[in-house]
C-alpha cells in the first residue's frame, strides 16, 4: 500500500498505489524524462491570455463538457478557450498515494491536479483498475491562474520534447472557436445593452439557424426568462429579431456573435 507521495522520475514503470488483489490499483507511466502537461481555460479567464517564456506552445481549443439531467440522460455544451503546453521534469511531479481511476492525482510545485488519462479494470484480476500516464497529458481547465504561474516555475524550455505544435482545429471548428468567444467575450453583454437603449444593433445567426431563410436581424427587444433572480430581475435568454419574414426569438446559443460583433463594429475579449 502506498502511503507516501512519490516522485515520477523515481516510478519505474509502475506505480502499486493499493496492491489488495481485491482492490489492486496500480498506475503505468510511460518511461521518459519529461512530463508534456496541457492546461485549458475558458477564454473569459485571465489565464488564457497570461504569458510566460516557459510556456512551451499555446492554441485555441473548444472544449466540450458532458451534463446529466436528474433523469439520467446526458448532453453536451461547448465552450471556447486556450490551451497551454507545459514541459514538466519528472523530478518536480509528486505522484500522491490516493485512486484516481482515470484522473491521477499528482502535485507540481505545490500544484494539486489530476491528470486526465486512460484507464481501465479486470486486466490484473477481478476488481483491479490500471491507469496508464503517458509522456503527454492534460489537467481539468480553469485551474487559477496562481496555479499556472507555479508550474510555469518549473517548467523548461529545449527539451528534445519541442519544438511543440497545439492540436489543429477540425474543419469548421475555428468558426465554431469565434463565435463561442465572442458570446464570452462581452460581445453578448454590448448588444444587450444596445437593445435597452433604444438601438436596433444588427443580429446574425449561427450555421443552422434562420427564420423563414433570413439569417440576420436588428434586434428591437430582449427577451427574458420568466423565474426572477434574488435580486428581483430576469434573466435575459435571448433577443427578439426583426427580419424580413416578421419577427422571431432567438435564443443567445443560436446567434453568431463573432459575426455579430464584426457587423456593429463591437471588440470583446479574445486570447
Known amino acids: 500500500m502506498m502511503t507516501e507521495p512519490k516522485l515520477m522520475s523515481e516510478v519505474d514503470g509502475v506505480l502499486v498505489v493499493d496492491d ?3 482492490d489492486l490499483y496500480r498506475v503505468e507511466v510511460e518511461p521518459g524524462e519529461w512530463l508534456v502537461v496541457e492546461m485549458g481555460f475558458m477564454v473569459e479567464k485571465a489565464a488564457a491570455r497570461f504569458r510566460h517564456p516557459n510556456i512551451a506552445a499555446t492554441g485555441r ?7 446529466y439531467r436528474c433523469g439520467g440522460s446526458k448532453f453536451w455544451t461547448e465552450r471556447a478557450g486556450v490551451s497551454h503546453w507545459l514541459v514538466v521534469p519528472r523530478s518536480a511531479v509528486k505522484m500522491l498515494p490516493e485512486k484516481g481511476y482515470s484522473y491521477v492525482p499528482v502535485e507540481v510545485n505545490g500544484v494539486r491536479m489530476e491528470l486526465n488519462v486512460s484507464g481501465g479494470s479486470g486486466f490484473d484480476g477481478p476488481g483491479a483498475w490500471t491507469d496508464w500516464v503517458r509522456t503527454r497529458t492534460s489537467v481539468s481547465v480553469n485551474h487559477k491562474l496562481a496555479d499556472l504561474k507555479k508550474v510555469c516555475e518549473v517548467a523548461v524550455r529545449g527539451t528534445p520534447m519541442e519544438p511543440l505544435e497545439p492540436e489543429p482545429m477540425e474543419p469548421g471548428r475555428e468558426e465554431t472557436w469565434a463565435r463561442l468567444a465572442a ?5 453578448k453583454e454590448q448588444v444587450v445593452a444596445l437593445v435597452e437603449a433604444g438601438k436596433r444593433p444588427v443580429v446574425c445567426l449561427a450555421p443552422g439557424y434562420d427564420c423563414y431563410g433570413e439569417t440576420k436581424g ?3 427587444a430582449v427577451s427574458r426568462g420568466f423565474r426572477p433572480k434574488k435580486d428581483g430581475t430576469f434573466r435575459a435568454k435571448g433577443l427578439v429579431l426583426e427580419t424580413g419574414a416578421g419577427k422571431f426569438r432567438a435564443g443567445f446559443r443560436q446567434i453568431d ?3 455579430t460583433a464584426k457587423a456593429n463594429g463591437l471588440g470583446g475579449r479574445a486570447a
Open 61 to 67: 481549443r473548444v472544449y466540450s463538457f458532458k451534463h
Open 183 to 187: 458570446a464570452r467575450g462581452g460581445v
Open 218 to 220: 436588428e434586434a428591437t
Open 20 to 22: 489488495d488483489p481485491k
Open 257 to 259: 456573435w463573432a459575426a
